[in-house]
């Protein structure tokens, strides 16, 4: 069983166009996580949530949304896609305890063209 | 605010090299520590962590030390393989009033040759 999974892993579209990516954990965690890793390899968060209450905005633009409809789900919605969003999206999760590690998805590779 | 610096790679070793990866930080509270490991195409996997000064977390032959008076938590393994080539994270846990939230290092990548 994986334990975080999010899909899809690879992504393609156009620039203007509106892509989701989806997220599940069967960790029983309280909170999950959106990151964002760039094509250096650089690994930023970007949102949390707790217990599906939005705890973490990482000064992200308004066109990405995240949306929990219980806490062992985290999409991620973008609007408008731009060149500069391709990245990989890594989705994970953890206790709410700072002790405690997080646990990754594979990761969702976004192309925009 | 948090901080990880880790040492730029790529680091290139031979097959039973010894490894050092140096990571320091800043933090403003009492973080735990962390490394993770992600191995071409898949996504970042725990390798170690430790929550208090003095703590040492070991893994697979890889160990580190949380140094508070240094502020550093070096990677170590004393012979590495080839499938320990990877991009390794250094990465700290701070949880404040925003939350819990993992702060990365910039990863670095070994390249591990028979």
């Known amino acids: 069983d994986t334990a975080v999974s999010q899909t899809p892993k690879y992504l393609v579209t156009q620039m203007g166009n509106d892509k989701s990516i989806k997220c599940e954990q069967n960790l029983g965690h309280d909170t999950m996580y959106w990151y964002k890793q760039d094509s250096k390899k650089f690994l930023k968060i970007m949102f949390s949530y707790n217990n599906k209450e939005l705890i973490i905005n990482e000064t992200v633009p308004n066109r990405f949304s995240p949306k929990s409809p219980d806490k062992a789900h985290l999409n991620l919605h973008i609007n408008s896609l731009e060149l500069g969003d391709s990245a990989v999206y890594f989705c994970?999760?953890?206790?709410?305890?700072?002790?405690?590690?997080?646990?990754f998805g594979q990761g969702t590779r976004l192309t925009v063209v | 605010g948090n901080s990880v610096t880790q040492m730029e790679g790529p680091v290139t070793l031979s097959e039973e090299a010894f490894l050092t990866i140096n990571c320091t930080y800043t933090?403003?509270?009492?973080?735990?520590l962390f490394w993770y490991v992600q191995y071409p195409g898949e996504g970042l996997q725990l390798l170690l962590k430790a929550t208090k000064a003095d703590d040492k977390g070991s893994n697979k032959g890889f160990e580190a030390t949380y140094r508070k008076e240094t502020t550093s938590f070096h990677l170590e393994k004393g012979s590495v393989q080839v499938s320990d080539s990877a991009v390794y994270f250094c990465a700290l846990s701070d949880h404040g009033a925003a939350g819990n939230k993992l702060t990365f290092g910039g990863g670095t990548r070994v390249l591990v040759k028979p």
């Open positions: 933090a403003t509270g009492y973080p735990s």
């Open positions: 994970a999760s953890s206790q709410e305890d700072r002790r405690t590690e997080a646990f």
